[in-house]
């Protein structure tokens, strides 16, 4: 009862916590909203301060710039271009007037005299110029280097009043000032600029400031209705205001910051008060609830004693609760609740243990009865055999005449499997259309024996709805001890005698030792190969192809090797027939052609003008996102599709004409060729031949190997080469082994070669250098010349 009552008093104090969290979250939300439209306030107002302090301050340089203008003796001296009287002038008015820069131009805007920053007169000139001509009197900003002025300008006058030239002065724009305005108006400020994200901080009270992002962000507010913006800078949140120094230099800009968390300071105390209430809420909401937990306790005290006795499988007692009220009710459902239990545990443990449809013991029954036989038999050293018995035929009949007809006929043929045996043995349904026989104390014999009674029955034909329906069944054997020792050991080797029955269009067939050891080799090629292709294992092989005019290596097959850990070198045929067996073939695919593309991409680097072809499966053909891939493919290595050949066999394109063809069509679209593999050995139309997008034949290896000697294979491949010219095809021969066989293909026009006569497969890194040796080798074209002389 201590979790009930722990579980009240949580809910007491959640509540509570709630309720607090949320008055002072409010409180909060309403302090920042507050706090923050108080910023925005002052920043407006304080920018609007900052704003007439900079006017006031050009109307006083202005005003002290035009007694130094009147003076006689700085006209003469500017008149008289004497460089030494102006700069003394210039630094009298500078001491005068807190000013940081201070330069006189004459007429022609050259400079006569400059003091202060001034010493880089040649980069500043053009801005001055840009400020001071054409104007009596104006203020501006003037960036140079890495500095900015706050500069003002005022013409100076001949006594007829013609302008002689100009007297500029101006304040800096750095962290001094800014530092100052900033003790003086209580936010931080900066000098920037630039616009978007060059923004560039000239003058800043905050140290080592960084406006990253905030440039891009400024340019969508307007200064002059006091919009502001929230920025993050080094780790402290600010709203930052941003005004236009001066009119028309919109680039020149000073920032105003004003820290969140130092205008809510003041907050800090309220805060702490609320959380103050807040927890003596708690430990009074906490003691209430303990008060009220005593008195709901103890009556489902008794009612979790009640529960138990339940649990235990005694419902002969009934819940005593005296209360009245809601817990009297619930004891009601408990007395209620003991007598439907029973029945329901009845019923389920029934469902658990047999099938519904069929009322045969279900797998988890089966597997436990033959453990009970496998344990008697090791303690009476007597054998016991296992029938798993498949309703082959039983598929298409339930997708045929629906599933009501489907389900008559499993019950049909479980009431023949369970007459045939023995009532001492044991008639299962597995799953779907299989049904398990253990046959305690018996051999092999009878085994074979009632496997034959079984078929025969079950050959008889089943009458459902007036209909006889056969059923062709294979039975799959497993014997204790032979071969296996445990339940599921036995079920599983029965059950792979019943796919070899099935692959071998066997009635029966009886497990065969090693048949298992296969079978953990091919799970374990499958589960490695995904790693292997994911950690790049696999080795690219390439077997060149040469062109029978000119006796150039004018491509290659690629090819997959592994090397597997364990196993060793595999046969291609193995881990390339399991991964298509188990669809992991695309994982294949892919890698293949990722690694061809790329060596084809390094031979085009190296100025050799070969392409590259992958052999592609059914499956292959059937995933309409193959183009894609290969496109993108040949995109990131920068290859024209034309260097890349796609291989097919002609029993892949069986399994859906259609959709291969349309996948066959999107690659020649790309320009990618095609080419028919292996030709004449398997499944062979010319009527699909003819609405297949193919570029190329290949004339499998078992009909060149003996030419010309051959006479059969001479025909069978000369009418092939002209069956592919006649529909513009051009013909590849594999398996050539002898330069008779070379010769004769050149002879007769095929147009490509490739085979152990011109190299055997070797490592994608011993490719070019063969291509190398092999051109230089001027036999191999003679041979292809003197046989087309022929």
């Keep these: 009862m201590r979790s009930l009552r722990l579980k009240i008093l949580a809910l007491a104090a959640l509540l509570v916590v709630l309720t607090q969290a949320g008055t002072i979250g409010a409180l909060l939300f309403t302090a920042s909203h507050e706090v923050e439209q108080r910023i925005r306030t002052d920043l407006a107002t304080s920018g609007d301060v900052l704003d007439r302090a900079m006017k006031l301050h050009s109307e006083r340089l202005r005003e002290a710039m035009g007694i130094l203008a009147g003076d006689p003796q700085f006209m003469r001296a500017s008149a008289a271009a ?119 901080v000239v003058g800043s009270s905050l140290q080592d400031i960084d406006l990253a992002g905030i440039g891009g962000r400024l340019a969508d507010i307007d200064d002059t209705t006091g919009a502001t913006l929230e920025a993050r800078i080094r780790g402290t949140d600010y709203i930052v205001a941003h005004k236009v120094l001066v009119p028309g230099y919109p680039d020149a800009q000073v920032l105003l910051f004003q820290s969140v968390e130092q205008a809510m300071a003041p907050y800090r105390l309220l805060r702490w008060s609320a959380l103050g209430v807040g927890l003596f809420a708690l430990l009074v909401a906490l003691a209430g609830g303990a008060i009220v937990t005593r008195a709901i306790t103890h009556p489902v005290r008794n009612l979790a004693a009640a529960a138990a006795r339940i649990r235990g499988g005694d419902y002969s007692r009934p819940v005593e609760v005296a209360a009245r009220d809601e817990l009297g009710m619930l004891a009601g459902a408990f007395n209620t609740m003991q007598g439907g239990i029973a029945e329901r545990e009845a019923r389920i443990t029934y469902q658990a243990q047999y099938d519904t449809l069929t009322g045969l013991p279900n797998r988890l029954l089966a597997l436990e009865r033959l453990e009970e036989a496998v344990t008697r038999a090791q303690a009476a050293s007597t054998p016991v055999s296992l029938l798993v018995v498949e309703l082959g035929s039983f598929a298409d009949i339930a997708a045929a005449l629906g599933h009501e007809i489907g389900d008559a006929l499993l019950s049909q043929a479980a009431e023949r499997l369970r007459a045939s045996a023995d009532a001492r043995h044991t008639v299962a349904r597995l799953e779907g259309d299989e049904f398990l026989i253990i046959l305690d104390g018996l051999g092999l014999d009878a085994a074979r024996e009632l496997a034959e009674d079984l078929l025969r029955l079950l050959g008889v034909g089943l009458s459902v709805r007036d209909v006889n329906i056969s059923l062709d069944a294979v039975v799959g054997i497993a014997l204790y001890p032979e071969h296996g020792r445990d339940a599921n050991q036995l079920l599983l080797r029965a059950s792979v005698a019943r796919n070899d029955a099935r692959n071998a269009h066997e009635p029966v067939h009886v497990y065969q030792d090693g048949r298992e050891e296969r079978r953990v080799r091919q799970l374990a090629i499958l589960g490695d190969l995904r790693r292997a292709v994911r950690h790049d294992e696999l080795k690219l092989y390439l077997q060149p192809k040469v062109s029978l005019a000119d006796g150039r290596v004018c491509g290659a097959e690629a090819l997959v090797r592994w090397d597997h850990p364990s196993f060793g070198w595999l046969p291609p045929g193995e881990f390339i027939g399991i991964a298509e067996q188990f669809g992991n073939i695309s994982l294949v695919t892919h890698w293949a052609l990722t690694a061809a593309v790329r060596e084809c ?190």
Excluded at 98 to 121: E, F, I, K, Y
Excluded at 159 to 165: D, I, L, M, N, R
Excluded at 693 to 715: S, Y
């Design 601 to 790: 991409r390094l031979w085009v680097e190296d100025g050799l003008d070969i392409s590259v072809s992958v052999n592609l499966s059914g499956r292959d053909l059937l995933d309409q996102h193959l183009p894609v891939f290969i496109l993108q493919l040949l995109r990131d290595h920068d290859l024209a599709p034309r260097y890349l050949t796609v291989e097919i066999t002609e029993e892949a394109l069986v399994r859906d004409f259609a959709r291969a063809t349309l996948v066959l069509e999107c690659l020649r679209d790309l320009g990618v060729r095609v080419s028919i593999d292996d030709f004449g050995t398997k499944y062979s139309s010319l009527a699909q031949l003819k609405r297949l997008p193919v570029d190329e034949l290949k004339i499998d290896r078992t009909f060149v190997m003996e030419l010309p000697q051959d006479r059969d294979d001479a025909a069978i491949v000369r009418s092939t080469l002209d069956l592919a010219h006649s529909l513009s095809l051009e013909v590849v021969a594999e398996g050539v082994e002898s330069p008779a066989a070379l010769q004769w293909l050149a002879a007769h026009g095929c147009e490509r070669a490739q085979g152990f006569h011109i190299s055997r497969p070797m490592p994608a890194e011993a490719f070019g250098n063969w291509v190398r040796r092999y051109g230089s080798n001027a036999e191999h074209a003679g041979h292809i010349a003197r046989a087309e002389a022929v």
């Design 82 to 200: 004497d460089r030494p009287a102006l700069a003394r002038a210039l630094a009298r008015s500078m001491a005068q007037s807190d000013t940081d820069l201070a330069v006189v131009l004459d007429a022609g805007g050259r400079v006569l005299a400059g003091t202060g920053s001034a010493q880089s007169l040649p980069d500043v000139l053009p801005g001055l110029l840009r400020i001071a001509a054409g104007q009596e009197a104006a203020r501006g900003v003037l960036e140079t280097g890495n500095a900015a002025y706050h500069v003002t300008t005022v013409a100076l006058h001949e006594p007829g009043g013609q302008a002689v030239g100009w007297l500029v002065t101006g304040v800096a724009l750095n962290d001094t000032r800014a530092r100052r305005i900033a003790a003086f108006g209580g936010q931080d400020i900066a000098f920037v600029t630039g616009s978007g994200d060059s923004l560039r």
